[in-house]
């Protein structure tokens, strides 16, 4: 049976989004694009409050000049793949194959 519940750290994710999206170098991060949007409700004793709604729009990686606390080198945890030709000697740089992108909300 499938667990209920999956958490996974910041870096841990975008380590797994910079595999997905093939990307083989830079320091990356995770972001969110959030809204902000007003009301009001009513609390179980009866009371009326006003309350901030903060929606979560989308979720994606980004890059940074420098590494932080919450990114990953993504030479790192994704290094380009090793390609030994006939000549034991010769080693050369492979680019993994295209992975089908995440869709994008416009």
């Known amino acids: 049976m499938a667990e209920a519940k999956i958490t996974f750290a910041y870096k841990d ?3 797994l989004l910079v595999k997905h999206a093939g990307i083989h170098e830079g320091h ?5 694009e959030l809204g902000i949007a007003g009301g009001h409700t009513r609390l179980p004793n009866g009371d009326e409050v006003p309350v901030a709604i903060v929606p979560i729009g989308q979720v994606g990686i980004h890059r940074f000049d420098k590494p932080g606390g919450l990114t990953v080198d993504a030479a790192e945890v994704n290094p380009r793949r090793k390609r030994v030709t006939g000549d034991a000697r010769e080693v050369r740089d492979e680019k993994a194959p295209t992975k089908k992108k995440l869709s994008k909300r416009t």
């Open 13 to 15: 994710l975008a380590a």
């Open 28 to 32: 990356w991060g995770v972001y969110y």
